[in-house]
């Protein structure tokens, strides 16, 4: 199962790098946060931004479900070496764990969307090009639904990758 995962995700991230590398242009960093996605496209280059944002949408509904299934290790052995440097395997494996445990099992799963972002590296974001899904997701033991957010990065090998999940 990981290795058929492993080679899933891989394959996604190959197109999705592919696809981004002839939609998006490139454009000088900017000190606000701002959608990294040029304003007029070609035809032939918004379709291919719509397959790789359905691309990363899938490998970002993959990534959610692994941890569902607590295999957040298994989802940290494929990120980006940023987020790597950001967190350590353990500390990742037990921040998930301690946000999602008093929520109980996830229920309805709503995707919310996919946001393109490019940060200058001023803050807490290294710079680069990301892209983030959004989910709406109500657990079992929360009143309210969740917000469950996969981000990935471009690395410097143009290839798109998973850099962190986050919940409110």
């Known amino acids: 199962?990981?290795?058929?995962?492993?080679?899933?995700?891989?394959?996604?991230?190959?197109?999705?790098?592919?696809?981004?590398?002839?939609?998006?242009?490139?454009?000088?960093?900017?000190?606000?946060?701002?959608?990294?996605?040029?304003?007029?496209?070609?035809?032939?280059?918004?379709?291919?931004?719509?397959?790789?944002?359905?691309?990363?949408?899938?490998?970002?509904?993959?990534?959610?479900?692994?941890?569902?299934?607590?295999?957040?290790?298994?989802?940290?052995?494929?990120?980006?070496?940023?987020?790597?440097?950001?967190i350590a395997r353990d500390d990742f494996m037990k921040k998930i764990a301690r946000d999602r445990s008093p929520l109980g099992p996830p229920g309805l799963r709503m995707p919310m969307g996919v946001k393109h972002y490019r940060y200058d590296g001023t803050g807490n974001m290294p710079a680069g090009a990301y892209i983030n899904v959004l989910f709406d997701t109500q657990f079992s033991q929360a009143s309210q639904s969740a917000r469950e957010n996969v981000t990935f990065i471009l690395d410097s090998d143009q290839v798109w990758r998973f850099v962190g999940y986050s919940l409110r």
């Open 1 to 86: 199962m990981k290795s058929r995962f492993t080679v899933f995700l891989a394959a996604l991230l190959l197109l999705s790098a592919s696809n981004a590398s002839h939609a998006q242009q490139a454009q000088p960093p900017q000190q606000a946060v701002q959608s990294a996605v040029p304003q007029s496209l070609t035809k032939e280059q918004q379709a291919a931004l719509d397959q790789q944002d359905q691309d990363i949408a899938r490998v970002a509904s993959a990534i959610v479900k692994l941890i569902d299934e607590n295999k957040a290790g298994d989802v940290w052995n494929q990120a980006s070496p940023i987020a790597k440097k950001i």
